[in-house]
Each structure stands twice: as C-alpha cells, then as structure tokens.
C-alpha cells in the first residue's frame, strides 16, 4: 500500500506539472447559489450580495460586522433637527473601477434611478421616504425626507442602495463597475466569479490579491473541496457537513447568528387558524428543541418573537409557549376541535424546512392534528404561498435584517391584521431616541407572541468554514455578504 | 434508401414541432412568476408587474410562442430572462464542457463494454462470465453520485492527482480541463459501460446460436474469427441502438454528476434555469436536446444500414 502511494504521489508531481501552487494571497470562497446577475440594485437574490458586498460596490453607508452603521463613501453627516434632511460630506478622491471619478452627481443619479417610478430595484421601499436628493457641491449631497425615519442610515447600507455611476449602470449586471476595493476581472457562467484588487482603491488597500467564488451547489461537494484545498472557505456552510469538518485542525469552525428568523407560518385569515386558540395551540405543541436538533444539526437559537437574539431589542419570549402537549390539546379542545384537524404544510426546498417540516408534523400529530407534507420549489412557493396566500402552513427563514414591520405590511402572507400593532411600527419609524425605540421594538415583539400569529422556531445558524491559516471573515451575518476587506492570510 | 431517409428526415422535423408545442406548454402550466422570483419578497405586486411588462411576459401565450418559435426558425434562442444574455451564449459556454465530457464517457464506456461483452458471451455459462456479469450487475446497481464521491476522496482528497471538481475553462490548458473532466468521466462511464457489457453479451450469445455461426465453425474458421467477423457484425445492431440512447442521455442528463463535481455543464443550465422560471433558457435548450436527440437517433438508423447491407438493398 506504501509503495502504491509513492508511486501515485509521484505520478501526481508529474501531472501536476509544477503549476496550481496558490499564491499566498489568493483565496477561493466557495458559495453555493450562482447570483442571476451581478447588480446588486436589480435583485432580491442573496448570492448577489455575497460576491459584491463591499468588495465591489459601496453606498453612502454600509453595515458592519455586528450590525451597525458605518461610514462608507459618506465621510460624514450631519441631521437637521426635524430629522427629516440628511447632508452628507462625501470622500474625495474616489474612482469608479473604470477610471471616471465619483462625486455628488453619482449618488443622485443611483438614489433617483432606484426609487424611480420604472425602477425594478429588489428593495424600492428603502427609497420610499426620500423627497427630494440635491446635489450641493461635488462632494455634499443633501437628501430630503417626505418624514422623520429613523432606519434612513441603516437603509442606505444596504446592497441594494449602493451607488452606481450613470456610464456603467446599465452592464453592471455582465461587468459590474463600483467604487469598492476589489474590481471584477471575470465570470465564468456556472462555476465561478473572480475578483481582483484595485490599486486604485481610496480607503485601507486590502490584503487579498484575488478571490475567486467558486459555485459550489452540492453540500456533498463542498467538504471534499475543503479537504483537498481547492476552495479555502466556505462562508456558508451546511450545519449538516460540519461534523466532517469540525474535528480537522486544519479547518476553523464558526457558529454566528444571521437575521434569518425561521418560523412556521400560517394563514391567519383561513379557519381553523384565524382563531387564537388553534396558533396557541400550535405554538404550544412545537418542541423547539428537536425542531433545531433535527433541521439544523442542533444549531440555532431558539427565539420567541420575530427577532433575532443577536439584536440590542432582544426580548426573549420562548417562556410563552413552552413544549406542552396537554396545553395544547386543552386548547384546541376550547376551540371546538377536540378530535384535532387537517391541514397541509407547504415546504420550500431549503433543508431547514423539508426536514424541519417532518418533525414539525410529527409534533403537530401527537396533539391530533394530521399534517398533509407538500414539497414546493421556490418558484411555486412565492407564487402559491407567497402571493396567492393559498396555504395553510409552512416553513420559511425570514433572513432580511431588522424585519418586524413586514407583520404590519397590507396584504401580507401571514394575513395577519392588528391596528395596534400597525401603530407600534408608525411610530417607530418616527422615533430616532434609542430608548424609546427600543421599548417600541419590545412591545411589537410581544403582540407578536401574544397574538401565535406564526410559530417562532428559531435563529438560522451562520456556520462559516476556512483555512485556520485565514482570518478577517464575518463570524455573524447582519446581512448576507461576504466581506472580504478584512480577509487575510497569516503566514 | 432514399426514401427511407426522406422518411426519416419528416418524422425528425413533425417531432421537433411537437416538442417546441409541448415544452412551451408545460412551462406555461406550472406556477411560478420569473419577475416574483427575480424580486423577491419586499418588492410590492406593482413592481412585479412593471417587470413582467419589462420582460414581455404579459403578451399573449400565443404571440410569445410564434416570436420565440419564429425566432428558433432563424436560430435565434433569444435571451435569457436572468442572466440578460443571449442564450445561444449560455449554451456555447456549457456545451463546451458537456459535449466533451460525453464524448469521453462514450469512448470509456465503449472501450470496457465491448470487450467485456465479447469476454462473457465466448465463456457463455462460464466462471468468467458470471464473474464479469457479476461485476456488470454492481455497475449497475451502485449509485453514481455515491461512486463519484469514492472518486473524489480516493484520488482528489487523498492522492491530490486530479481536482475535486469545478472545470478551469479550456483556455486555460486542454490538460487541466482535461483533468478535471477524468473522474466524472469514469463516473459516468462506468455504469453505461455495465449496462452496454450486458447488452452486448446477450446479443452475442443470441447470434452465436444462428445456423450460420455453426456453418462458419463447420468450415474451419477458428472460434476468435468466428466471434469477431460474424457474431460481433450482427449483434451490433442493439448495441448501436443503446449507444444512441446513451450519448442523448450522457448529453444532459448528467445533473447529478455535474453537481457532485460542480461542473458547469448542460444538466446544470437545465436545472437552475427551471428552479429560476427562466422560461426561454429552458425552453430553447429543451429544444436543441431535442434536435440533437433526433440527430443521434437519425444517425443510429443510418448505421443500421451500414452494419446491415440487408436495409441498404430494401427500397
């Protein structure tokens, strides 16, 4: 056997012909969705983000590490009294990857173009307070609120407000041009997008000479690509394979937390579910516990409300409705339905809700109610779910930042309506005081809890892997990018 | 034959219209909104609709499908809905994966079966055959995903000969691309080659029981003449046929394989393109499937004339 080794190893020299060994500042991400395109102002789909985020393209602000606002191609700010005009001094000297220089016109242009009326940016509702955008000079931008909205800062770190310039908006979705450290050199459809570092970069140089994000699509796949160190990271792993990983000293393991609240959703507007006592019921019958165990290899924080347990407002509601199947029973037999019910469970394609959705229903039986599984694609479940609300249950990880206020959305999929609830948001959005912001976000959680309106399952796990020897990578996931400015190896 | 070709060549082109009909049609049937998708959750109802309008979505299904029908007459795919490129574009990226890697399983597959075939039907009922019928049945039975995985840690992870799977693109070396296609070759060639030893073998042993293989033996000819110049000629009219099937098969419905080696190739299009409704791509690569499918089977009966002099006299 020895021999054999020898022999193939030496083979192996030969057929390598001397070439693949990786410069040391180079580094291969492996992702596992192919972003449609790459314009980050003209898609909902996460993967764009997880390969432009930062590293290509910059807004006004941007989010940090944890969470927070910081500033980005804005230097600076200053917020008139009523709160309703924001003047941003911006950063000079800064250039687009094409060579053409960035000042005040570009951020007009990118602001008008994504809140105008044929805009078909992903997230049209970030724009919705701006009145008017003004440039002042070259490098101040005055923009103008219709009201006060305390989330304005925060909304202009997302992908999708980042500034584009006018000569270069419409290819961006082929050959994005930004303002970030990193430009784009080259896609090859299907297997991956390359990027390199831009010299001409007005911030702190990054260390990385290349990243390359490999398309990694199959979880079977990525582990033995890690083991044979043709793909570096995996930023986001799947918590099943991690076992195979965690063990290995060459690896580091990162458990974070992400903004994806998981939770079973209902139809609060069709029978039996509009009613109090069977969502009680249900949330009462849920074991959180082996939920987490079974979908995400025991993973993830429970959570109680709509919000992430990694969030300053925070307020843990898991007490309200602990495991209880007698409670349970109890209530649906309050409800009239003491010989249970049936119902069906539409299951998108992620594994946190196909296996999920088994145990869900195996807990749902054992209070009488008989679950009929229905496995959908993406594609049918916004269309079915989604947007025709034609369903009973089911399962899906809400992963936008900061998204309580989609339970006061008209029209919503959870049909849910509470006017106080509604209120809580109104105000909130006009609150800037922290505090009182704070108690604000509580209460909404509360009502959300209160009210069953879903059952809350828990905080979607970030399970990152890479090379020991790398470090600078995001351990939580604010937001789904992959932040490269800080990535570096150390040796 | 001229006739039997024209014959042929109309068949070929009323299964081309029909399929262009059917695959229109399905895609049409089965829910699921390509602006929805493309936009995500927090876009409001009037956005998707600006989108669709954007896309051309909101025509007519009859119109849609005489432009895009239309446009396949003068080979024009038309452009995808995702990626906002030609799809002629797309599918030139990925044939260039595809069509090699199918052509070296073919060979591969090809290369082990027919010998292997030869090998069982001369020790019909032998040792050796059941042996090699035996190693054929597992060929058939273990799961190719499973068997590449096997692949990849044995000689990607632990040897480090090959990578453990992607594809470097040609440009950058006929040897890399070459050597990142080895192990899902052989993955995929392995079971075709069991499935194609059986049949051969079969086909064998039917001819050799024909009158004229025992006349051939009675007038001298040694066995191995015998096997080679007779039976193998007239056994290879199945084994044409399954070759067919197999490179129609090895063409696009290599997914799996091309998942497990993350391999940009047509099965991959194929799948993403459906679960992203991007509704042209699936549907003009659906129909170049077709036409190369109708192409190959259009060759496999034209071979049967040329290993069967019998339908070149028949008019």
Known sequence: MKLWKTILTAAALVLANGASALAARDLVIGITLEPPHLDPTAGAAAAIDEVLYANVFEGLTRIGADGEVLPALAESWTISDDGKVYTFKLHSGVKFHDGTDFNADDVKFSLDRARADNSVNAQKGLFAAIDTVEVVDPATVRITLKNPQSSFLYNMGWGDAVIVAPETAEINKEKPV???????????KGSSITLIRSDAYWGAPVSLDKAEFRIVTDAAAAVPALLSGDVQAFPFFDPDSVAQIQGDPRFKVVIGATEGETILSMNNKKPPFDRLQVRQAISFALDRKAIIDGASAGLGVPIGSHMSPANKAYVDLTGLYPHNVDKARELLKEAGLENGFKATLKLPPPPYARLGGEIIASQLRDVGIDLQIVPVEWAQWLDQVFTKKDYDLTIVSHTEPNDIDVYSRKDYYFNYDNSTFDKIIADLNLTSDEAKRMTLLGEAQKILADDAVVGFLYELPKVGVWDAKLEGFWENAPIQANDLTKVKWTE | MTAYLLKRLAIALITLVLASMVVFAVLEIIPGDPARLMLGMNASADQVELLRNQMGLNAPVALRYLHWAGGLLSLDFGRSYTYSVPVIDLVRERIVVSLPLALIALALSTIIAIPVGLFSAGRHGRAGDTIAMGAAQLGVAVPNFW????????????????????????????????????????????????????????????????????????????????????????????VLTILGLQFAFLLAGTIIIENVFYLPGLGRLMFQAITQRDLIVVESVVMLLVAAVIAVNLLVDLSYAVVDPRLRSRQ
């Open chain 2, 147 to 238: 068997f590449a995985l096997m692949l990849i840690y044995l000689f990607a992870v632990w040897l480090r000969l090959v990578p453990a799977g992607g594809f470097p693109g040609w440009s950058a070396g006929v040897w890399p691309a070459l050597k990142s296609l080895v192990l899902p070759a052989i993955a995929l060639a392995l079971p075709q080659a069991a499935i194609l030893a059986r049949v051969t073998r079969s086909a064998l042993i039917e001819v050799l029981n024909e009158d004229y293989i025992r006349t051939a033996r009675a007038k001298g000819l040694p066995y191995r003449a015998v096997l080679w110049r007779h039976a193998l000629r007239n056994a290879m009219i199945p």
């Open chain 1, 178 to 188: 930004g303002t970030g450290p990193f430009k784009f050199q080259n896609w090859a």
